[in-house]
């Protein structure tokens, strides 16, 4: 069976739930379209998260994030569903989505977004 693009996020139990650290996705191969011109677009992306009692599955990271190559997202929309869609899946203590996209038009964009959970006492 082939594989294809989805939304569908999985997750897994944190193996250390009682101690902070950080886990790291490098993924360089992201595209959608330019929803002006509906031309490729290209970043790399980078996120970083500090789980709390879920971890996200790989395999679904990369389904959902091939899933946006045939749709139009300015990068600030993408870049902040990608960590809002994370962060309401997992419930992180904190995470931070980097989209890093290619020079088009003479001008890179860098859109970087962070959430963290609440505390008790803040």
């Known amino acids: 069976m082939a594989t294809k693009p989805s ?6 139990a944190n ?3 009682d101690r902070d650290y950080e886990i790291v996705f490098d993924c360089p191969e992201f595209t959608c379209l330019c929803p002006m011109t509906a031309q490729p677009d290209f970043a790399h992306f ?7 009692r879920l971890c996200v599955e790989l395999k679904s990271l990369k389904l959902y994030l091939w899933s946006f190559r045939d749709e139009g997202a ?3 929309a993408v870049t902040n569903r990608i960590c809002d869609d994370l962060f309401k899946l997992l419930a992180p203590r904190r995470i931070t ?3 890093n996209f290619n020079v088009r038009g003479g001008i890179g964009t860098i859109v970087r977004v962070t959430r963290e959970k609440k505390r008790r006492g803040r």
């Open 7 to 12: 939304k569908a996020l999985q997750t897994f």
């Open 15 to 17: 193996p250390a739930p």
């Open 97 to 99: 989505v980097v989209g």
């Open 74 to 76: 300015f990068h600030e």
């Open 46 to 52: 980078s996120i970083t998260y500090v789980p709390d």
